[in-house]
């Protein structure tokens, strides 16, 4: 669950190979394929809890979506059917499968064990609460009882996946396309004076940060930027004793996380990410207003090295068909640098570069990526836009094709939707 797949090590590094790919030369017409889809360590089934087996299945499809905006043309699914554990593995090495095979749980089923002789680890991670559950309770959990009777464990992972694999067919190619809201963040004043405008998760004049729990507030994320969308995962909080950069959640088995931004670059990433909030590893900061600017932009500086300031790095490719505001990195450089211009928001906790407005709108610090995300592709039959929800909260959308408004829409909370069009 908590390996980074873009890209192997993190959707920056897959956005790299590319721009290498090109300055190496190499021919337009090569494949990128992701190799390995899965998650680990062992199932959602065996954790018992619905709440695992969606956020599994959220972050199954956001690396499936991420891969293939950044270049990449497909994708192997690394494990069609496994075990209630996620075996059999002879290293013990187990991970979750879109379907997976019950069959002592089947109907009729007599002296079936749980767990075939050639399985060598037993049960690394204690009960396997699925079996626990009555045949009506994992019904009523979102795993079919008619497949259930034939000893079939049908995860949440598997339907997340066929939003993608029934639509974005052989011979799809992906086009430009990003969930935005800039085009109605018009700015509104709050009782204090600053600025709140609309977000995807927060209504214009409101500074609490929807979306629900941020569950990459935590240690070895990345940092990134997006468009604003109002949400938890672009909240941050600056802590006036330490001077850290601060963030709150929960992990995904539900435990408190407190998480900080670090002082070093990580050397996969060749970015920032989030480390534990000590001063050892976690950097402390200061501001200074930017002498060229009229409306209250600062640089933020490491503290241990004032040269060094918090600065928007472009991905190597230009985002993709995500464009650059579409996951640029955050390091650190000069504080002359032109990504060095911050506006922060006190009162919604947002850290605001415009560096990319020519592009479309600002962006806003990120913990990993956004709650709501989009792929869009041209079909061989139509066109096809991807909508994945991975908050606790609703949003509602436009779907937009160049200029020409297509729909008004509404995705639930922890969903993904696809839309196809001519």
Known sequence: MDRLLDGAVGSPNMHRLQSD??????KNDHIVLGSEACHCPSTGYAGGDLTVAFARAQRYAHTILADLSTGSNGWVEWNLILDAIGGPNHLGNECDAPLLAVPYRAKGADGVPKQEWFEKVGNPF?????DQRTREELHALGVPAEYLDMGIVVQPMYYFMGHISRHVRPGSRVVNGLADGSAHNSQTTTTAGHHAPARAFRAAGQTVAGGGINDLARNGVELTMWPCEGSTRQQFFWNQTSDHLQVYG??????????????????????????????????????RYVATSNSGQVNIFLKSDIRKCLIVKPLGNGGGAYGPRGGAQVTYGNCSHGGAVWTMNEETGEFISDMFAQDGGDVCMTTGWPFLQMSAFDTPSDKTVVVLNEGGESANFILRDDTTVIMSAHIPAHSIQTISYM
């Open 21 to 26: 790919l090109t300055k190496m030369k190499v």
């Open 250 to 287: 929960h992990d995904w088995l539900g435990a408190p996380t407190t998480s900080c931004v670090s002082k070093t670059m990580d050397q996969s990433f060749l970015g920032l990410t989030l480390t534990a909030c000590d001063d050892k590893t976690a950097g402390t900061f200061g501001t």
């Open 126 to 130: 204690g009960t396997v609460h699925g």
